[in-house]
């Protein structure tokens, strides 16, 4: 039997919890470990002169339940590979279990073959990360809800919507909560029925990968306050178009949410001087400097929920209540 389920008073004693990082969120990390009252683990996690990874775990994590913190967001693949690497020198440090957290899961839009000859890149670092060690996923709002399903391990999927509506409940009434295409529509509906709004869709058609044009709008968005509800926010050119094909039609004022702002390319530019008014995200994903002095661009972070998330996870208690 672990020694973790010996604890004499559950929720107080942390000291068989172990909390690890790579390169990819320290301040995310860093949030998580004050909300726990626990402290980073000592490792190095650098690279050699030819950009190999190199992790070095500086203390004891024998029979420890370890959780491994790592956004799989830019660069991705050194991220990737730092999370692998981290998991597999934790593995044969004889930990006893190992739960990846991972606030941004990439390759996640590589779900299915979209193409005849194309790879489900998101099933394969599934495998990878299954095979390196790890024990548990612990994941906020997955692309693919049916990403839990590349996994034999247990997946906790936790979704932003919590943190994000407690933001939005203060910003007005007489809104309506928008998806900015077809697929984000029970995304939208969810934050609808929350905050007892009234939802529209915008009809969106894509013509290559990261390029979009705004079609139609189904719903009436005349006179009200506008909340375009996404997951990802990557080049910024769905939101935009959206934003003023809303004013268009009559919108008031156009905001937008998102979980994880990848904001690439010249995202943060077009989001600038698009009509949104403010586009609120979670730091799931660290932003780069151009992001972080833009004044559109509120971060709302999720620390709380991911801590209370391991803190349960470690205690073995039930997680679904945060499945909201």
Request: aromatic share 6%; hydrophobic share 45%.
């Amino acid at each position: 039997m672990s020694k973790k389920r010996v604890v004499v008073n559950p929720g107080q004693d942390l000291s068989w919890l172990r909390i690890f990082a790579g390169n990819s969120n320290i301040q995310l990390v860093k949030k998580i470990c004050d909300q726990l009252g626990t402290s980073l683990g000592k490792s190095v996690v650098n690279t050699f002169s030819d950009g190999e990874i190199h992790v070095e775990i500086d203390e004891s994590v024998r029979g420890m339940d370890v959780f491994v913190i790592q956004s799989i967001s830019s660069p991705v693949n050194d991220n990737l590979m730092e999370l692998l690497i981290l998991t597999d020198a934790l593995k044969r440090a004889s930990a006893e279990r190992i739960n990846a957290v991972m606030p941004y899961y990439g390759y996640a839009r590589q779900d299915r073959k979209v193409l005849p000859r194309a790879p489900i890149s998101a099933k394969l670092v599934a495998d990878l990360i299954t095979t390196a060690g790890a024990s548990r996923i612990l994941t906020v709002d997955l692309h693919a809800g049916q990403i839990q399903g590349f996994f034999n391990i247990p997946v906790d999927h936790l979704f932003a919507a919590p943190v994000l509506l407690e933001y939005l409940r203060h910003l007005g009434n007489d809104i309506v909560i928008v998806s900015p295409d077809a697929g984000g529509v029970e995304r939208a509906r969810a934050y609808a029925k929350r905050l007892d709004a009234s939802l529209a869709i915008i009809d969106k058609r894509r013509d290559s990968p990261n390029v979009s044009q705004v079609m139609n709008i189904i719903g009436d968005v005349s006179g009200m306050t506008a909340f375009l509800v996404d997951d990802i926010v990557d080049t910024g050119g769905t939101l935009a178009r959206a934003a003023y094909a809303l004013i268009e039609k009559g919108a008031e004022r156009v905001y937008a949410c998102c979980t994880h702002p990848i904001l690439s390319g010249k995202a943060v530019k077009m989001i600038s001087e698009s009509p949104i008014v403010e586009l609120i995200v979670t730091d799931t994903v660290p932003l780069a400097e151009e992001a972080k002095a833009c004044p559109k661009i509120r971060v709302i972070s999720i620390a709380s929920l991911l801590a209370d998330a391991i803190r349960r996870i470690y205690e073995d208690e039930s997680v679904s209540c945060l499945f909201v």
